[in-house]
């Protein structure tokens, strides 16, 4: 039997969307194995399933050219992120727990051991070990090194916000993007699957520019929960959704030009990357209930 040419088109994207969802669900299973080494960390309810499934769903749809090894990087650190910004955002109760937090991190990244009975140390120090195995971190390492220590200081200020009951402007608020930690999760997928790292100030400067996008598409997907624990969001400074949608659509033009010279592999996975959140923060969000 000949397909008719849009029955074949169906197809063929049905056949590639099944394909990259057996990715993720590889990716899923990896991710749940990982926090379940770490139950203190990842117990509560807001780890739930579907923050694994669609977790692992933004990195396979994001490089669909990447098999499940080649996507762990991205999946390690990022949970791990999300472990961090729990205890930081949620857990942290005074401001020498999130100081002791950023310190304990900083020292892993510098080398040193985990600290005993610390779970988030202990993720972070394995990940830094197979992280240093990887191809591109010899160029990538202290990137990734300066990356992560941007987003502990972002998420500390924030925190501080918070705390102090003051609110940024919106301009400081997106300048605060790092708190997100795309770019650090980013920079160890780079590393970890670029034997020949090249254009790193424009990777960088791309990476960069999603984040702050995917900071904004953040806020408008998750205003409600937001408000209800307590977060800091985009809507809250001042700024409509039409503001903060006019922003995105501008950030969202500097990533084409940003992404356009770059390394097909990189600057789709950016690229991509963008897309998938602009889809996804329009029905949902990671986070489980608390």
């Not at 780890?47 to 694994?52: H, I, N, R």
């Not at 942290?92 to 140390?121: K, N």
């Not at 998420?155 to 705390?163: D, G, I, V």
């Not at 390394?263 to 889809?279: E, N, S, T, V």
Request: hydrophobic letters at 45%; glycine letters at 8%.
């Amino acid at each position: 039997m000949v397909l008719s040419p849009a029955v074949a088109d169906t197809a063929a994207a049905a056949l590639e969307s099944g394909r990259i969802c057996g990715t993720a669900g590889r990716c899923q299973r990896d991710m749940r194995a990982w926090a379940a080494e770490y139950p203190g960390l990842y117990g509560s309810n807001a780890f739930d399933p579907a923050l694994f499934s669609t977790l692992a769903l933004a990195a396979a749809f994001s490089g669909p050219w990447f098999d499940a090894g080649q996507l762990r990087m991205a999946n390690r650190a990022c949970l791990w992120c999300f472990g961090l910004d729990w205890l930081i955002d949620y857990q942290a109760t005074a401001a020498d727990e999130v100081a002791g937090l950023v310190a304990r991190c900083l020292a892993i990244a510098d080398g040193g051991p985990a600290v005993p009975g610390d779970e988030l140390t202990a993720f972070l120090a394995d990940l830094r070990d197979e992280l240093a195995t990887a191809p591109g971190f010899a160029v990538l390492g202290p990137v990734w090194r300066e990356d992560l220590a941007a987003m502990l200081d972002a998420m500390a200020r924030e925190w501080h916000w918070k705390a102090a009951g003051t609110k940024p402007t919106f301009d400081e608020y997106l300048d605060n993007a790092d708190n997100l930690g795309f770019s650090v999760v980013f920079t160890a997928h780079w590393a970890f699957t670029t034997p020949e790292v090249t254009q790193v100030a424009e990777v960088r400067a791309a990476s960069r520019t999603v984040q702050r996008a995917i900071r904004l598409l953040n806020d408008l997907g998750t205003y409600e929960r937001d408000v209800s624990w307590g977060d800091l969001n985009a809507l809250l400074l001042g700024v409509d959704r039409d503001d903060v949608a006019a922003r995105v659509a501008e950030l969202t033009g500097e990533v084409r030009e940003q992404t356009t010279a770059l390394p097909p592999q990189i600057g789709g996975y950016l690229r991509r990357q963008l897309d998938f959140c602009a889809g996804f923060y329009g029905i949902s969000d990671y986070w489980g209930d608390l």
